[in-house]
């Protein structure tokens, strides 16, 4: 993704930077999408040794239910 920017500097230093709102709205939507995965792996790797249900027998127990109608 190219960001335009432009750069404001203090002192002659870079002290801020202004971008397109739209660019800081994907941005933002980024980094909660990192965010969304870093949880997600960690949710997984402590589960690890968690007994599981293959999707398929948890089908089957929602069609037999019937939930799923």
Do not use: C, W
């Amino acid at each position: 993704m190219e960001i335009k920017h432009q750069i404001i500097k203090k002192d002659g230093k870079n002290e801020f930077v202004v971008i397109p709102y739209s660019n800081f709205l994907k941005i933002q939507e980024m980094l909660n999408d990192y965010e969304d995965l870093l949880d997600l792996r960690k949710a997984k790797s402590e589960s690890i040794n968690e007994p599981s249900i293959p999707f398929e027998e948890v089908e089957k127990l929602i069609n037999t239910d019937g939930v799923g109608e």
